[in-house]
């Protein structure tokens, strides 16, 4: 089993930066692919982006690229989501996933195994 614990979110003024952070304990993440993911309210769960078990590959939603960034760091066992550039259509829940080896490719909120509580990302115009 992985926990998966989320932190960072909050609100910002349109422009700004949050980083969120995804802690797993229980078992290590790194034989796990690790994606965030988002669900504004009334909306449905949406892809963000992955990254791969070593972090040499990533997989973004065109909506947030050149805006986001996904790191890990294995050794502290977190996950990492950097965004800039907020804007308000970005406010919503977002949430990690942790899937067993799978590959960045994969979009699919229920191929993966592993979820965290979500966090409130809120930006104002």
């Known amino acids: 089993q992985v926990q998966l614990v989320e932190s960072g979110g909050g609100l910002v003024q349109a422009g700004g930066s949050l980083r969120l952070s995804c802690a797993a304990s229980g078992r290590t993440l790194s034989t796990h692919t690790v994606a965030w993911f988002r669900q504004a309210p009334g909306k449905e769960r949406d892809f963000i982006v992955a990254i791969s078990r070593t972090g040499d590959s990533t997989n973004y939603a065109d909506f947030v690229k050149g805006r986001f960034t996904i790191s890990r760091d294995n050794a502290k066992n977190t996950v990492y989501l950097q965004m800039n550039s907020l804007k308000p259509e970005d406010t919503a829940v977002y949430y990690c996933?942790?899937?067993?080896?799978?590959?960045?490719?994969?979009?699919?909120?229920?191929?993966?195994?592993?979820w965290g509580q979500g966090t409130q990302v809120t930006v104002s115009s």
């Open positions: 996933a942790a899937g067993f080896a799978l590959s960045v490719r994969t979009t699919t909120s229920s191929t993966y195994n592993y």
